[in-house]
């Protein structure tokens, strides 16, 4: 049997410490909220894949969508040949989204590749550059999404110079003390001082 241990002597040996982990314990399979890792242990996952798993591991539902899928096409790339899934789930998207505007559904493989069209698109619409981020935040490890993260440590450091027009204001949060007025205040401030 592979150990925790051994694993975690292989992930130092081959895998970056850019690939940050938050556990050394191996996850080997998982059902509903729960995870085991390869030494049988049991763990409830309150992480759901950073809260992609919003109906759990393997529900049914998702494994047979999955399963009949992969009976017709595994992958061709939308932008070489569309295919009727991506249709239908923009589709399906666009009339979720509230609103009465035409809508349009890009779907992409990160939250960071998210983030950076996000960006494209605002400053496309409002034709302008500036963009506000709180403090805080993480968008990604892209080099847009770490000039939108408001946390150096251990995103930021020693990657610069990032992507200019991003500015920081705080997030409300009473643990903090920081006050809903606070942050008003700081983007008023950084509207009035740093962007046109």
């Known amino acids: ?13 081959y895998v970056p410490l ?9 996850a080997d399979r998982a059902e509903n909220g729960e995870i085991f890792d390869i030494e049988g242990r049991r763990f409830i996952d309150f992480a759901g894949g950073i809260g992609v798993l919003n109906v759990g591991h393997r529900h049914p539902k ?10 017709k096409l595994m992958h061709t790339c939308f932008h070489v040949m569309p295919y009727e899934p991506y249709i ?14 035409a809508k349009k559904a890009f ?12 960006i494209k698109i605002a400053r496309a619409a409002t034709k302008r550059s500036a963009v506000i981020a709180f403090n805080g935040g993480f968008h990604g490890r892209t080099m847009m999404g770490m000039a939108l993260t408001g946390k150096v440590v251990p995103y930021k450091v020693g990657f610069g110079p990032f ?3 991003v500015y ?3 997030y409300p949060n009473e643990y903090h003390k920081i006050s809903v007025q606070d942050s008003l205040t700081a983007l008023h401030n ?5 962007i046109e």
Do not use: I, W, Y
């Open 1 to 13: 049997m592979t150990t925790n241990a051994e694993l975690q002597a292989l992930r130092e040996q």
């Open 18 to 26: 850019g690939a940050a982990n938050m556990s050394t314990h191996f």
């Open 62 to 71: 998702v494994v047979a969508a999955v399963e009949a899928q992969m009976q």
């Open 88 to 101: 239908r789930l923009a589709k399906k998207l666009c009339e979720l989204t509230p609103g009465t505007m």
């Open 107 to 118: 779907l992409v493989n990160t939250g960071a590749e998210a983030v950076e069209n996000a």
């Open 163 to 165: 992507p200019g027009g």
């Open 168 to 170: 920081h204001v705080p």
């Open 190 to 194: 950084v509207l009035k001082n740093d």
